[in-house]
């Protein structure tokens, strides 16, 4: 016979959860839309001495 451990709840389970993920979804959105604009900001020259291009930038934004 099994048994199964209920005793604890995680913190990513019910409505907290949710809203904790909703909130770390739109933060990292956020970072990734203000890291886009930084960057598009750059000429092509800045962009290439820092060691990316425009093709980059997505990318980067998304933290890949």
Not at 7 to 15: D, W
Not at 27 to 50: K, P, V, Y
Request: charged letters at 25%; glycine letters at 10%; hydrophobic letters at 45%.
């Amino acid at each position: 016979m099994s048994a199964v451990e209920m005793s604890h709840v995680h913190a990513a389970t019910g409505f907290g959860g949710i809203v904790a993920r909703t909130a770390t979804m739109v933060a990292a959105w956020h970072n990734a839309r203000i890291t886009r604009r930084e960057l598009n900001a750059l000429s092509d020259r800045e962009l290439s001495d820092i060691g990316l291009s425009r093709g980059d930038i997505e990318r980067v934004a998304r933290g890949l």
